[in-house]
T-cell receptor, first 116, second 112 residues
């Protein structure tokens, strides 16, 4: 079946603009994760959803970052008033079950955000 | 907190050479350990995993053994191919958690 998809694949924003990044997880997957990957670094956890409930947002770097998953499937990561330090690849991942450290997370291709 | 330290790259090898990428971790409790791979132009994908001490994960000729005594999970492959050129990430998640903590990644290039 289809994997995790993300759109847009590339986004260029001027400093101060708002952006919205979309994630379509694998159908039926309960868990959804967002990660931020800076150039040359490994992904860093941002937030976690179990169905529509956002159970962990401890990794969001500031209150300019907001994520939602209103119907328990598609998720949107919104960044308000973008700053240059927000430039990164934003990765979405989903897994079949709820919290379980051994459950495989399937990653999307990412959205590369460049803030000028 | 949780952290993963992996060998810095880039690593350049000839085809059929032996590959080792070192990975050590710091975590409370008994984490699960993973190796993810990112091929050029593609997304991260799980290569192998191990969920308890002394477990060996294996896939596509790659192996890694969960060593609790040395807090390590080194990745090895006996004979690499050009198609193994990729960025490799070591990662962990705690037994009561779900977040992945990643190392910085190691870029491997295999030359024909």
């Amino acid at each position: 079946g289809a994997g995790v998809s993300q759109s847009p694949r590339y986004k260029v924003a001027k400093r101060g603009q708002d952006v919205a990044l979309r994630c379509d997880p694998i159908s039926g997957h309960v868990s959804l994760f967002w990660y931020q990957q800076a150039l040359g670094q490994g992904p860093e956890f941002l937030t976690y959803f179990q169905n529509e409930a956002q159970l962990d947002k401890s990794g969001l770097p500031s209150d300019r970052f907001f994520a939602e998953r209103p119907e328990g499937s598609v998720s949107t990561l919104k960044i308000q008033r973008t700053q240059q330090e927000d430039s990164a690849v934003y990765l979405c991942a989903s897994s079949r079950r709820d919290r379980g450290s051994t459950d495989t997370q399937y990653f999307g291709p990412g959205t590369r955000l460049t803030v000028l | 907190g949780n952290s993963v330290t992996q060998m810095e790259g880039p690593v350049t090898l000839s085809e059929e050479a032996f590959l080792t990428i070192n990975c050590t971790y710091t975590a409370t409790g008994y984490p699960s350990l993973f190796w993810y791979v990112q091929y050029p132009g593609e997304g991260l994908q799980l290569l192998l995993k191990a969920t308890k001490a002394d477990d060996k994960g294996s896939n596509k000729g790659f192996e890694a053994t969960y060593r609790k005594e040395t807090t390590s999970f080194h990745l090895e492959k006996g004979s690499v191919q050009v198609s193994d050129s990729a960025v490799y990430f070591c990662a962990l998640s705690r037994s009561n958690d779900y977040k992945l903590s990643f190392g910085a990644g190691t870029t491997v290039t295999v030359r024909a």
